[in-house]
């Protein structure tokens, strides 16, 4: 059954350390993570925070062009 296969001989170091991958190889489970649970508070402040950049954003975006705001807001097409 081992005909192709060739057969590596295991050398041992007479000094030094010698280092070994053997051993029991198991899963290691870690502690588990809690996470943080929203607060009512912190979802209404969330919120009122989105608010207030949608605001913001409304109040500085740009007025439309002159020839836009003839035509309703949208230009006519081009020929």
């Known amino acids: 059954a ?9 050398v041992l170091p007479k000094a030094g350390l010698v280092y070994s991958e053997k051993g029991s190889l198991s899963e ?4 588990p993570k809690l996470m943080p ?5 912190l979802i209404q402040l969330e919120n ?3 608010e207030l950049m949608a ?3 409304a109040a500085s975006a740009p007025p ?6 003839a035509f309703g807001g949208q230009l ?3 020929p």
């Open 28 to 31: 290691i489970l870690c502690k």
């Open 55 to 57: 605001q913001a954003q």
């Open 64 to 69: 439309q062009s002159a020839p836009a705001a």
């Open 37 to 41: 649970i929203k607060s009512a508070t």
């Open 48 to 50: 009122k925070e989105r």
């Open 2 to 10: 081992l005909r192709g296969m060739s057969v590596l001989k295991e």
């Open 76 to 78: 006519p097409p081009r």
